[in-house]
Nanobody, 121 residues
Framework: QVQLVESGGGLVQAGGSLRLSCAFS????????MGWFRQAPGKEREFVSA????????NYADSVKGRFTISRDNAKNTVYLQMNSLEPEDTAVYYC??????????????WGQGTLVTVSS
């Protein structure tokens, strides 16, 4: 059974940076597209970014383009989200997920427990 564990969240000032990690186990990591989603307080969960199995295709929400970078290390079974120039609007619980596609419908399957990112103004 696939398990995902996110880490790297925390409190950061606006303009700062954080790198989230998501460790994968219980399957073949390189079989999956990996995605990052987030859910802000009182809002629905939304797409942030996705990366293909070999890392050659990356997709981003318009709200994070140019500020966030998704990457993966198939040898370490880990996907990353580098977040720069953070804004208070980025405050949310960030989740990683396995997917079938980098485009909607993503074919989402397994989810992690989430990691909280709080950006203060």
């Amino acid at each position: 059974q696939v398990q995902l564990v996110e880490s790297g969240g925390g409190l950061v000032q606006a303009g700062g940076s954080l790198r989230l990690s998501c460790a994968f186990s219980g399957g073949t990591f390189s079989d999956f597209v990996m995605g990052w989603f987030r859910q802000a307080p009182g809002k629905e969960r939304e797409f942030v970014s996705a990366i293909s199995q070999l890392g050659d295709i990356r997709n981003y929400a318009d709200s994070v383009k140019g500020r966030f970078t998704i990457s993966r290390d198939n040898a370490k079974n880990t996907v990353y989200l580098q977040m720069n120039s953070l804004e208070p609007e980025d405050t949310a619980v960030y989740y990683c997920a396995t997917a079938d596609s980098c485009q909607p419908p993503w074919g989402l399957a397994a989810w992690g427990q989430g990691t909280l990112v709080t950006v203060s103004s």
